[in-house]
């Protein structure tokens, strides 16, 4: 091969960096343009930073709880802890980000700096998604979204620019430490997704443009709380289990209990995923902060659905709490209108016979 026709062939075959596509892409961004790209650059670094930690995780005393309690009630990993550290700093160094908001932290963390006090943008995230996972070496994850604030440049960060409802969001996306580490974002014109090369340290182009299919083959539940379910949610699963040509049934059950994890397998292969209300947790147990707007996010600009199961789409709610939490039903289009059909007609039911 000449020298000349070895060289096209070789910038045909490069890879694309998650920093040159922020790059590429910025223009598409109607805002001024480096400040975003600046941001996703430092959770790109981030994210890099607690893969490392991840992937070593068993061999260092990282694992394991350290006895401390979340604002959720729930026990804190150190690896929670960890992730929650680097990407504060990251934001933090990014000079655009004036605060955060964390499933791990009470309150908001606000940047007090000068220079952060002019950053125009918030961030809420869920540094480390499926902590139970952490121990038994299966699949864990960051979840983030990324907002404008409301309130007033060169002062503070206040409450206000963390409860903004899901549409306002003008990027969002996750990293899965999986089988590899992957990250997947959008800031409104589609999702990309990453996946990291290790012998490089760089996060490469490898899911352009990625697009739900309109119906899949899995559901995606904690079918342990079956009791607890709502009768729509009870009847739905029947449905997924019974044989049916046409719609290509029995599904199969897949659930990790990593949500990162488990969206990113149906939002690759088609399916749906729920958290549902359960008896005595009216709002199931999903973030609608730091799970559920990124994710759903990412999922319509996929060409799927996500809602609350009755209609509500999942942005469209004004948040009225930093921890709030949501009923959460997400993936193919065609599955959650389904499970919306058996939610609303099994209510409709059970409002008639209170009637009689
Ligand atoms: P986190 O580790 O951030 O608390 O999130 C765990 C979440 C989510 O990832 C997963 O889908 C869900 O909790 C699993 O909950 P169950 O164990 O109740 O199924
Ligand atoms: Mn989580
Ligand atoms: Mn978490």
Do not use: W
């Amino acid at each position: 091969m000449s020298t000349e026709k070895n060289y096209r062939e070789q910038v045909k075959h490069r890879v694309t960096t998650l920093n040159e596509f922020i790059i590429e892409r910025q223009n598409e961004f109607p805002y001024a343009k480096g400040e975003l790209s600046r941001l996703l650059s430092h959770i790109g670094l981030a994210a890099k930073i607690v893969n490392r930690e991840v992937n070593k995780a068993g061999l260092v005393d990282i694992l394991g709880e350290i006895g401390a309690v979340n604002v959720q009630g729930e026990s804190v990993k150190k690896l929670d802890v960890f992730a929650d550290e680097k990407f504060i700093n990251a934001l933090q160094a990014s000079s655009e980000c004036c605060g955060i908001a964390s499933e791990e932290n009470k309150d908001i963390v606000i940047f007090d700096t000068e220079v952060a006090k002019k950053g125009k943008y918030i961030v809420t995230m869920d540094p480390l998604d499926g902590s139970s996972n952490i121990d038994v070496n299966v699949s864990i994850g960051t979840v983030f979204s990324i907002y404008r604030r409301i309130s007033q440049t060169g002062h503070k960060a206040e409450l206000q620019d963390f409860l903004q409802e899901g549409t306002r969001q003008v990027a969002a996306g996750y990293i899965l430490y999986g089988s590899s580490t992957v990250l997947v974002y959008t800031t409104g014109r589609g999702v990309n997704g990453f996946t990291l090369d290790p012998s490089i340290g760089e996060f490469c182009l490898s899911h352009p443009n990625m697009k739900v299919p309109d119906s899949g083959q899995f559901y995606s539940i904690n079918e342990g709380n079956y009791v607890h379910f709502p009768l729509g949610v009870k009847r739905y699963i029947k449905y997924c289990q019974v044989y049916d040509k046409q719609t290509n049934r029995p599904y199969s059950t897949r659930y990790i209990g990593s949500l990162v994890a488990d969206f990113h397998r149906n939002m690759l292969k088609g399916g749906i995923f729920i958290y549902p209300a359960i008896e005595g947790y009216p709002n199931g147990k999903l973030r609608l902060l730091y799970e559920c707007n990124p994710i759903a996010f990412l999922i319509e600009q996929a060409g799927g659905k996500a809602s609350d199961g009755m209609d509500k789409r999942i942005m469209d709610i004004i948040p009225t709490s930093l921890h709030q939490r949501v009923p959460f039903f997400i993936g193919s289009r065609s599955m959650v209108e389904t499970a919306e059909t058996f939610m609303r007609e099994a209510e409709e039911e059970e409002k008639n016979k209170k009637s009689i």
